[in-house]
């Protein structure tokens, strides 16, 4: 996608610019992913993938993807990009969780060990929304 956005030398920047994409094109379906995944797990996962995208990317990359997030979607909607996109941030690996199931990284967040599980959990919202697409 777009190679001058502060993450693009993010290994997971098409996956970032993907996901502010589809805020853009169906900020409903973010909203109603949102309350779906809302639970104890998502809070513990988003605290520290909050904490691990502030220290481990750069403070713009950081930045430019929050505020392209505030500015993408509706209110209800911004909590599950900014889960997303702090996954994405804040673990490489992050991204190959994207293309599992909403039931498989439900498993991930019960079985998984940190940070695989809040990993899971922040990417939940996205599943939902890619899931309810097909």
Do not use: F
Request: glycine share 0%; proline share 4%; hydrophobic share 55%.
């Amino acid at each position: 996608m777009a190679t001058s956005t502060p993450w693009a030398h993010l290994p997971n920047a098409k996956h970032i610019d993907a996901v502010l994409a589809d805020v853009r094109k169906r900020p409903e379906a973010w909203a109603a992913a949102q309350d779906a995944a809302q639970d104890a797990a998502q809070d513990a996962a988003q605290d520290a993938a909050q904490d691990a995208a502030w220290h481990a990317a750069r403070d713009a990359a950081q930045d430019a993807a929050w505020h392209a997030a505030w500015h993408a979607a509706w209110d209800a909607a911004r909590g599950a990009v900014r889960d997303a996109l702090y996954a994405l941030i804040a673990w490489d690996s992050s991204a190959d969780l994207l293309d599992c199931t909403p039931d498989v990284l439900r498993a991930m967040i019960d079985l998984a060990e940190p940070p695989v599980c809040h990993q899971a959990a922040l990417l939940l919202s996205y599943a939902i929304v890619r899931s309810n697409d097909k």
